[in-house]
């Protein structure tokens, strides 16, 4: 029973452009929501998070929009640039938990 | 800091061999972690360690045992391995838990059982 799903295994989009990965969740304890980014042979490093009392929370290039009716979220990555090419995973976490849900991850590519 | 350090980078085992991953961290973190990312899937928990002393069993932790003797360290022992347990590694910690779960993670361990 996956409680986080990244649908779209990967995405192609152009240098410049607008980069959107998608993230489901099934569990309504869920209250905080993060992203990770991951390139090969390193290990994820945090890129952004955001608490269930909010939809939306911005860092330079990187915007994650959740909502909660629908259980739902985005990272918007704008504009898109060539190192932005990694793994991206969507992460979970309810309320008083220790533990981390991961989703499967999506591999985007900026092309130049 | 060096942040959450892992040893050894890539290892090849024979089916029924033992051996231990080591994990150290010097953030001072309470909680620490262990995951396994099988290839296209997502990352799953092994265990966990909410402190020195304390561990518990996350998703996966079958033919696994950890132990926690010291805030810093957090070995994964792998007895008997298996093909089944061919994987990349991470181990991660982070400080608080709860509303700002921010895990920092190792650079991974590849192990390929044969």
């Known amino acids: 029973d996956q409680q986080v799903k990244q649908n779209s295994p990967s995405l192609s989009v152009q240098e410049g452009r607008i980069s959107i990965l998608n993230c489901d969740y099934t569990?309504?304890?869920?209250?905080?929501f993060l992203w990770y980014k991951k390139y090969p042979a390193e290990g994820p490093t945090f890129l952004i998070s955001?608490?269930?009392?909010?939809d939306k929370n911005e860092d330079g290039r990187f915007t994650v929009f959740l909502n909660k009716s629908a259980k739902h979220l985005s990272l918007h990555i704008v504009p898109s640039q060539p190192g932005d090419s990694a793994v991206y995973f969507c992460?979970?976490?309810?309320?008083?938990?220790?533990?981390?849900?991961f989703g499967k991850g999506m591999k985007l590519t900026v092309n130049p | 800091n060096a942040g959450v350090t892992q040893t050894p980078k890539f290892r090849i085992l024979k089916i029924g061999q033992s051996m231990t991953l080591q994990c150290t961290q010097d953030?001072?973190?309470?909680?620490m972690y262990w995951y396994r990312q099988d290839p296209g899937m997502g990352l799953k928990l092994i265990y966990y360690?909410?402190?020195?002393?304390?561990?518990d069993k996350g998703e996966v932790p079958n033919g696994y045992n950890v132990s926690r003797s010291t805030t810093e360290d957090f070995p994964l022992r792998l007895e008997l391995a298996a093909p089944s347990q061919t994987s990349v590694y991470f181990c991660?910690?982070?400080?608080?838990?709860?509303?700002?779960?921010?895990?920092?993670f190792g650079p991974g361990t590849r192990l390929t059982v044969l």
């Open positions: 991660a910690s982070s400080y608080v838990a709860g509303v700002a779960n921010e895990q920092f």
């Open positions: 569990n309504s304890m869920f209250d905080y």
């Open positions: 955001i608490s269930s009392i909010k």
């Open positions: 992460a979970a976490s309810g309320i008083g938990s220790e533990k981390l849900v």
């Open positions: 953030m001072n973190h309470n909680y």
């Open positions: 360690s909410v402190g020195a002393g304390i561990t």
